[in-house]
């Protein structure tokens, strides 16, 4: 059981938008910053958003993060094949010093 | 370029003690703010965060693994160090390095990742 919860699966057409929520509580996203993971099938997970918001370099503007009380949501528009991948949200918990991650929602593009 | 990588055994038996390896390069673990943490991901299952090492030698452990975990640096190599006590079968997971942002919050860039089975 994850600290921080994520849809296990989000599904979408090229072209559409997609938001996928992650969330916590006070001890975690209510106070800290939340940042998103991308793990292709068979890689290493990659940096996708930090501090809410930004995006490394690299990383297109079709991605956007957003936090608002205890939850976080990642928007993904025009949605491409390429962006098949499980997503990850992570967020250091004060209560247990030390981070947290959601459960994964595998994103499907169909 | 920063990159990071883990070596350590393939295959533990079950109540070994696993050691594993993260060996850095394009930053140094003495310069002020900079930190490595490990995760993990047993097949199928979601990321697990397990330590975390910062420059001043300060450490954090997930709150469920503390009593088997311990993690230290050795900053004239460029490496840092997981040791996990007491394996066990679901202990099987793809263990990843990386390193932290100074403020301790994200993770990037991570390693490779290398996969440790706890089988007899």
């Known amino acids: 059981q994850s600290v921080l919860t994520q849809p296990p699966s989000a599904s979408g057409t090229p072209g559409q938008r997609l938001t996928i929520s992650c969330s916590g509580s006070n001890s975690n996203i209510g106070y800290n910053p939340v940042n998103w993971y991308q793990q292709l099938p068979g890689a290493a997970p990659k940096l996708l958003m930090y501090?809410?918001?930004q995006r490394p370099s690299g990383v297109p503007d079709r991605f956007s993060g957003s936090k608002s009380g205890t939850s976080a949501s990642l928007a993904i528009s025009g949605l491409q094949s390429e962006d098949e991948a499980d997503y990850y949200c992570a967020a250091w918990d004060d209560s247990l010093n030390g981070m947290v991650f959601g459960g994964g929602t595998k994103l499907t593009v169909l | 370029q920063v990159t990071l990588r883990e070596s350590g055994p393939a295959l533990v038996k079950p109540t070994q003690t696993l050691t594993l390896t993260c060996t850095f390069s394009g930053f140094s673990l003495s310069s002020s703010g900079r930190c490595v943490s490990w995760i993990r991901q047993p097949p199928g299952k979601a990321l697990e965060w397990l330590a975390r090492i910062d420059w001043d030698d300060a450490k954090y452990y997930s709150t469920s693994l503390k009593t088997r975990l311990t993690i230290s640096k050795d900053t004239s190599k460029n490496q840092v160090v997981l040791t996990m006590t007491n394996m066990d079968p679901v202990d099987t997971a793809t263990y990843y390095c990386?390193?932290?942002?100074?403020?301790?919050?994200?993770?990037?860039?991570w390693g490779q990742g290398t996969l440790v089975t706890v089988s007899s």
């Open positions: 501090s809410n918001n």
């Open positions: 990386a390193r932290n942002d100074p403020g301790g919050s994200w993770f990037d860039p």
